[in-house]
């Protein structure tokens, strides 16, 4: 990702925060994570957030998906004997698709990432739209895309630690590079 | 508290988070926690809360002060050998004042209820406007009082256990009776 795409999507999802009720700090604005997770191409997959508290017992962020944007699939493992990242998802404004592991769709309202297709396994379908709350357990594959509005959605969970994620795409590296 | 007044304290509640851009589902709604502590004077001393979610790792909830409503003082201590509820207050509308353990202001911006003055202890000062946050270490005694505009308050924390809660005025319950 370049350095221009970067700083355009971090001032979109501010807008995006803003028009949700949400506001931030001029300091945690300017700190907006940009994920593309390597793979360059971020309007497909990837996802914008911002992390207002992680320590040792609880953490908490807001993720910010514009229209279609796709998280992809991972899941949070067990590490040195604590069970896996457990995560609630509560829809703030827009929608959003989950998909988890259990009983698939018939079809699903997501559309799979093209370029990734393979790496896209769980197909249970939870919709959410604003108010409403879905609790992951830990060491669950999901993966979650917005509808055509986009979405925001807050996370609550115990610690995260994303150098722990398992991607199912091999090639996903979850650091950010931005080129200048 | 009579349950015309749990009533509309509810409906008050429901507004000011909706004013705040805070969406919730009908069920929620038709639960928010209208806590008077058992002192009959919740336009003073009290609050309103949903609770999101609440497991044995988290807990997120949003609190509704009213303008001039105090939280009274309390504490979460360690129990069964696990260390105490850890909070973060992030302020999302108006303005909340905290008061925690610490090097007391001054002058403080609150006004000490009145009737319970002497179960207010600690006046270390911390201002929230929206956007900013505080966390609260474990077993630390705080209070807080929402400004003039009233205030909404997203807490993140630890595992909450409401029927630990050591409040400095010996006369609060923390279980609301509501009189039909």
Same mark, same amino acid.
């Not at 409403?132 to 609550?156: C, K, M, R």
């Given at each position: ?16 925060? %803003? ?39 609880? !953490? ?6 514009? #229209?279609?944007?796709? !998280?992809p699939e991972h899941r949070? #493992?067990?590490?040195?004997?604590? #069970? ?5 998802? %509560? ?8 998909y988890v592991e259990?009983?698939p ?7 799979v990432?093209?370029?990734s297709k393979a790496y896209y396994t769980v197909f249970h379908?939870?919709?959410? %739209? ?11 594959l999901h993966w ?23 991607f199912t795409n ?11």
């Amino acid at each position: 990702m370049d350095l221009g795409e970067f700083k355009a999507a971090q001032e979109r999802a501010q807008d995006v925060l %803003r028009s949700a009720g949400i506001v931030l700090t001029d300091e945690e604005a300017a700190h907006i994570e940009v994920a593309d997770l390597g793979l360059n191409r971020l309007a497909v997959e990837g996802l914008e957030l911002v992390t207002y508290i992680n320590n040792d017992r609880y !953490c908490a962020k807001e993720l910010v998906l514009f #229209p279609g944007q796709t !998280c992809p699939e991972h899941r949070h #493992p067990a590490v040195n004997g604590q #069970p896996g990242k457990q995560e609630t998802f %509560r829809c703030r404004s827009g929608e959003v698709w989950l998909y988890v592991e259990g009983e698939p769709a018939p079809s699903i309202r997501a559309k799979v990432p093209e370029a990734s297709k393979a790496y896209y396994t769980v197909f249970h379908e939870i919709a959410l %739209r604003p108010g409403e709350q879905y609790t992951i357990p830990p060491d669950t594959l999901h993966w979650f895309q917005a509808g055509p509005e986009g979405a925001v959605v807050s996370e609550f969970s115990s610690r995260s630690t994303d150098e722990n994620d398992i991607f199912t795409n091999p090639e996903i590296r979850r650091e950010t590079v931005v080129e200048n």
